[in-house]
């Protein structure tokens, strides 16, 4: 829990958390890890398919190891949770749609605040609203930008926006002023210059799902694989993606658009804890005016007007939460000061008498107690704000190998790639490691679509099935396709920034670090660019055999910011651990490229990039547990993990296993100082108390019979779990 706690006290400002009684500690110290893990999973669920999490095939169904219905005792629940989450915000910058549309309305907030003065809030509030909600309409490809001609594309753009802004009112039951909304629109576009900045984020965002040979209806049966079977559904979207051109190029917004909206639309706006019910002027020119240099944002601005070269560094600018980190606080004290300072000060004295000596009254419960008005309202406000502000900040740390950030900043790489994988390819047994990602892809996205029905019906609570259904899905070349650029954004996590840095200060560990790979590491991050690339990344090129620019399109696509980035993270082990095991692969002359197309040894080396570590970790416990008379099967668990998480054939079984096994030698003695650092034993140990009642009455000749694919999603997850948990820098002095 320890390692929990500093991770969240991370996220509070310094001068808070230095107190000695501050908000931040009290926070923590009450938090409920299962709560807060139940927090971010909301957030995960509610627009899962926009935000991939179908694609990288997490699990929803959070339980842990095998069976379907194995308890965790009550005393390890607050440990699992708090280890849980720390795996997910131990990760690298998280560039999903909301965190980019959440930063992007609040920049543009302070574009047009003057504009809105003389309007009521709810103009503004809608304002930002649609610009928000619009980046998942251009992402989902509900509307696609019909020209190459900018102005076309820009004055196409305007319209569609305006369009939207009045059906944004629609759907929240109001009618706004068509006078109104023309004024604002002129205002708008005369006095301010952010809708170029607008125009730029969303034609990035409206390609982001298109490949080669993929065609909009190929997303579209993506997207809508579940719609396009529903009774209730079918013809609804089976009519717009019939006919999809005369609804995504037109600029009006239909009543079909309306219903079939509300399946890529998240089911909550960030920004309403922030602006809804307060003092929106008050608060913009308070609070979101602070946390930006408006300098900065105005170089930006004007260099849109041209082109947009500078949306890699503006995105990677208002996405950096530590502005809020920083000064969110400090000014929310000013806005709430300044909203209050018409109070006269002698009932402020009264009521704070009234509420002195009714906590010296014999009372029965604190609720009898009476609370001053003013303290009502300063604590519900509060209450409000420091739930916008806890909830953004998490949604910019729950990642793994975000492959956003290569979505929106390598996007001509990927597209490199994705030419040359036109086809799935003749290999043997690529067709059966696609056919094993589907299977687990149906299951899984099942319970993501089950409780995203649940969460958008406003359920707090509900029960999700023990199995999930045995519909068939089809091969889709748009989500094949996701899948293949999910692997190279985790062969590639490390160009992300990574804005937690723990280091690992365990001398042992060190000692045994510097020994092992100080001088190889050191060499590797001396060297010049084209060296260091060739370090990286050729262990990985060297098992290829169509991709023979691999390295050399990385090198091309590379800048100095993704270097630095780079060196930062060749300290970290899983990094060190999956180099090790590419090696080893080669050496042993395992010839996967005999059966396996490039683009799948890609997918199955960013498995290993993501889970190895952590399965070598678990081992390590388990071997060392294993006794006569508590029987693990520890052996067993190899070949699952070979078959059902790497995806590779029972044919290389045996030679992937003696490769596992040489990785382990090289790191044993680091593996077994690890697996007592922080929380890993005891986490560690509720996994294997879960395999002891799983395998208790198996022979385990039937044990594989006994699998489910949630079984496998789950394991999967759970070595990804121990991987990002121990993600820690190890820079020996």
């Given at each position: 829990?320890?390692?929990?706690?500093?991770?969240?006290?991370?996220?509070?400002?310094?001068?808070?958390?230095?107190?000695?009684?501050?908000?931040?500690?009290m926070f923590i110290s009450f938090i409920s890890t299962k709560e807060f893990f139940s927090v971010i999973n909301r957030k995960i669920v509610e627009n899962y398919k926009l935000n991939l999490f179908d694609v990288t095939q997490d699990p929803f169904e959070f339980k842990i190891g095998f069976g379907e219905n194995i308890p965790i005792k009550p005393k390890d629940v607050d440990l699992y949770y708090g280890y849980a989450a720390t795996a997910n915000l131990n990760g690298y910058r998280f560039f999903s749609p909301a965190n980019i549309a959440n930063s992007l309305s609040l920049v543009s907030?302070?574009?047009?605040?003057?504009?809105?003065?003389?309007?009521?809030?709810?103009?503004?509030?809608?304002?930002?609203y649609t610009i928000f909600l619009l980046h998942f309409v251009f992402l989902s490809r509900m509307k696609i930008f019909p020209s190459q001609d900018k102005e076309r594309n820009y004055n196409w753009f305007v319209d569609v926006f305006f369009s939207f802004y009045a059906f944004v009112f629609q759907q929240t039951g109001q009618t706004p002023d068509p006078k109104k909304l023309l004024e604002i629109k002129k205002a708008v576009l005369n006095t301010t210059e952010i809708f170029f900045v607008l125009f730029a984020v969303y034609q990035r965002l409206n390609t982001t799902f298109l490949y080669s040979k993929v065609t909009d209806k190929d997303i579209y049966a993506w997207l809508f694989h579940d719609e396009l079977k529903g009774e209730d559904t079918r013809k609804s979207f089976a009519d717009f993606v019939g006919h999809y051109q005369q609804y995504a190029y037109s600029s009006d917004f239909t009543a079909l658009e309306g219903k079939i909206l509300h399946h890529v639309l998240p089911a909550d706006i960030l920004l309403r804890y922030l602006f809804l019910e307060s003092d929106m002027s008050l608060m913009t020119?308070?609070?979101?005016?602070?946390?930006?240099?408006?300098?900065?944002?105005?170089?930006?601005?004007?260099?849109?007007?041209?082109?947009?070269?500078?949306?890699?560094?503006?995105?990677?600018?208002?996405?950096?939460?530590?502005?809020?980190?920083?000064?969110?606080?400090?000014?929310?004290?000013?806005?709430?000061?300044?909203?209050?300072?018409?109070?006269?000060?002698?009932?402020?004295?009264?009521?704070?008498?009234?509420l002195m000596s009714s906590i010296g009254?014999?009372?029965?419960?604190?609720?009898?107690?009476?609370?001053?008005?003013r303290i009502k309202k300063e604590s519900k406000l509060m209450e409000k704000i420091l739930n916008f502000y806890i909830t953004f900040i998490w949604w910019f740390r729950v990642s793994r190998g975000d492959n956003f950030f290569l979505r929106l900043f390598k996007y001509p790489l990927i597209q490199k790639v994705m030419t040359v994988i036109d086809s799935l390819g003749?290999?043997?047994?690529?067709?059966?490691?696609?056919?094993?990602?589907?299977?687990?892809?149906?299951?899984?996205?099942?319970?993501?679509?089950?409780?995203?029905d649940n969460v958008r019906a406003g359920k707090q609570k509900f029960i999700l099935p023990n199995k999930s259904d045995n519909a068939k899905l089809a091969p889709n070349i748009s989500l094949l396709k996701s899948f293949d650029v999910n692997s190279l954004a985790?062969?590639?996590?490390?160009?992300?920034?990574?804005?937690?840095?723990?280091?690992?200060?365990?001398?042992?560990?060190?000692?045994?670090?510097?020994?092992?790979?100080?001088?190889?590491?050191s060499d590797l991050v001396t060297s010049k660019k084209q060296i260091f690339l060739d370090g990286v990344y050729g262990s990985i090129a060297q098992h290829l055999v169509d991709f023979k620019d691999f390295v050399k399109d990385i090198k091309g696509a590379f800048t100095d910011q993704d270097i630095f980035h780079l060196k930062e993270n060749i300290y970290n082990i899983d990094y060190r651990v999956s180099q090790t095991f590419y090696q080893h692969l080669h050496g042993a002359k395992v010839a996967l490229h005999v059966n396996y197309s490039d683009i799948t040894i890609l997918g199955?080396?960013?498995?290993?990039?993501?889970?190895?570590?952590?399965?070598?970790?678990?081992?390590?416990?388990?071997?060392?547990?294993e006794?006569?008379?508590?029987?693990?099967?520890?052996?067993r668990l190899t070949k699952l993990y070979i078959k059902q998480v790497l995806h590779i054939d029972d044919d290389y079984a045996d030679k992937i296993t003696k490769v596992i096994e040489r990785v382990a030698d090289t790191f044993q003695d680091i593996l077994l100082q690890r697996i007592s650092l922080d929380d890993n034993k005891e986490y560690l140990k509720i996994a294997m108390d879960n395999r002891l009642i799983f395998t208790e009455w198996k022979q385990a000749t039937d044990m594989e019979k006994k699998y489910s694919d949630q079984d496998f999603i789950r394991y999967a997850w759970f070595l990804k779990n121990i991987t990002y948990y121990n993600k820690r820098f190890l820079i020996p002095k």
């Open positions: 829990m320890q390692l929990f706690k500093r991770v969240l006290l991370s996220i509070f400002p310094d001068d808070i958390v230095n107190q000695s009684v501050n908000p931040a500690s907030a302070l574009y047009v605040k003057d504009i809105f003065w003389k309007y009521d809030p709810e103009y503004y509030l809608h304002f930002l020119e308070t609070v979101v005016a602070k946390l930006f240099d408006k300098k900065i944002l105005d170089e930006f601005v004007v260099r849109f007007r041209k082109d947009d070269s500078a949306l890699e560094s503006f995105l990677l600018y208002i996405t950096d939460y530590r502005h809020f980190k920083k000064k969110f606080f400090q000014w929310v004290q000013k806005y709430i000061i300044t909203l209050f300072k018409d109070e006269d000060q002698w009932m402020i004295g009264e009521d704070l008498d009234d009254e014999d009372v029965e419960s604190i609720d009898s107690f009476k609370v001053p008005e003749e290999k043997n047994y690529t067709l059966m490691y696609y056919g094993a990602l589907l299977d687990q892809y149906r299951t899984n996205v099942f319970y993501y679509r089950y409780t995203a985790i062969i590639l996590q490390d160009i992300n920034p990574k804005d937690i840095r723990i280091y690992l200060k365990h001398k042992k560990i060190l000692d045994l670090f510097r020994a092992l790979l100080g001088k190889q590491v199955i080396f960013a498995q290993v990039r993501e889970t190895l570590f952590g399965f070598l970790l678990y081992m390590t416990f388990l071997r060392k547990e006794t006569s008379t508590k029987q693990l099967h520890a052996d």
